[in-house]
């Protein structure tokens, strides 16, 4: 049996951070019915890379689904969502903050169909807060928690992360918020109405930062790939082929560092004896270390340290990491079988339970695949689904 075989979750969520938490919960088996707009779809259909007219975006996110079209402005399609949701466990969505209010589907009011459910919602600054009514996407939330003017180098402004991590990580949170509700509900019988902003997410990460301030009111730098108010030598260092990232964690390795790099000056140096020490003689002290990384290779500078014991690693590109060993090793790079853009390779999932492990059964729904059977098992007839079509409810 899968973790969480036998949950059923009403989808509505739609671009990246809700569907990104129901694959969660659909990876280990939770039945995730993904309600999406008649002839539109999530807006994530709309996002590159395509083959064959479907997105590959979409269909990253939204495996192990089923998929149905159902408008619920219409009255129809209304009672057709009531009719899923008192059978549920679990809604989630995403929609900007009293969306489904209007739709006729606020907490209150699922509540009244099915008093156990849980209710999640996914925005960008919460259902209740001065800025509830603003829209937002992972950009926007980067450059107002704070992390986009932390990453990057201090002469240059400061740079979006690359990948969308208030989607996922707020995805992730939620998540585990529809876990830690269901097994409330497995102790009490009672549902729960969970509330998690992107906003609140990703302020709640900026550890080293939040510290600096509260503890003794500095306001760090970013300094690009070191930490260099933290700890030194932790830092990415121009290579014979490329670029290579090494460091310590505190003052142990120290000398094993020094050794590896013949570097003992540095380590009889009473400027650098302690990690405090040289954190403040950072601008002096890197243009040494950086010297011995210069004329070496990426594989010799991993042996080097490896045989030190001291935490390294080459920086590379996604394409170099998709082939490392360790991904290999890890199935972190698995193969799906999807019914729009076919057979492709995609990121695994990172949760190993190896009692209740993740199954890839399929890939994501094209738009409208599961009507007839969920539909069906509603109780609705072919006749009374084809009413349904004509009005534009499904």
Not at 147 to 166: K, N, S
Not at 326 to 344: K, L, N, P
């Amino acid at each position: 049996m899968r973790a969480l075989e036998g949950i059923v979750v009403i989808d509505f969520t739609q671009a990246y951070s809700g569907p990104f938490c129901t694959m969660q919960l659909a990876d280990f088996g939770a039945t995730v019915i993904k309600i999406e707009r008649p002839g539109l779809g999530d807006q994530s259909r709309e996002w590159a890379p395509f083959k064959d007219g479907y997105s590959g975006y979409y269909a990253s996110i939204n495996r192990n689904k089923k998929g149905i079209t159902l408008d619920v402005s219409k009255p129809e399609g209304l009672e057709v969502a009531k009719k899923l949701i008192a059978k549920a466990d679990v809604v989630v969505e995403n929609f900007k903050v009293g969306t489904m209010e209007k739709m006729g589907l606020s907490y209150e009011e699922v509540k009244a169909i099915n008093p156990s459910i849980i209710y999640a919602s996914i925005s960008g600054f919460g259902q209740d807060s001065p800025l509830k009514d603003r829209p937002a996407y992972d950009n926007v939330i980067q450059a107002m928690t704070g992390l986009q003017e932390m990453t990057g180098y201090p002469e240059d402004p400061g740079v979006r992360c690359g990948p969308a991590i208030g989607d996922s990580l707020t995805g992730l949170y939620t998540a585990y918020a529809i876990l830690m509700a269901y097994r409330n509900k497995m102790k009490t019988g009672a549902g729960e109405r969970i509330d998690v902003a992107m906003y609140d997410v990703i302020f709640s990460i900026l550890e080293p930062h939040i510290m600096a301030k509260t503890l003794t009111d500095y306001d760090n730098v970013r300094g690009g790939c070191n930490d260099r108010e933290t700890l030194v030598p932790y830092d990415v260092y121009k290579c014979k082929d490329g670029y290579f990232s090494c460091g310590l964690a505190s003052d142990n390795g120290w000398l094993e560092f020094c050794q590896a790099t013949d570097f003992m000056n540095l380590y009889e140096d009473p400027r650098f004896e302690t990690n405090a020490m040289r954190c403040e003689q950072y601008d002096v002290i890197t243009p040494m270390l950086a010297e011995f990384f210069i004329d070496k290779t990426r594989a010799e500078l991993d042996v080097i340290f490896s045989e030190a014991g001291i935490p390294n690693a080459p920086v590379l590109s996604v394409p170099e990491a998709m082939v490392n060993e360790q991904i290999v090793a890890r199935e972190m790079v698995v193969t799906i079988d999807d019914a729009g853009v076919g057979t492709y390779q995609a990121q695994g999932n990172p949760m190993r339970m190896d009692g209740t492990p993740v199954v890839y059964a399929h890939g994501a729904p094209t738009l409208g695949q599961d009507n007839e059977k969920i539909f069906g098992e509603l109780g609705y007839s072919e006749g009374e689904l084809a009413d349904l079509a004509k009005v534009g409810a499904i």
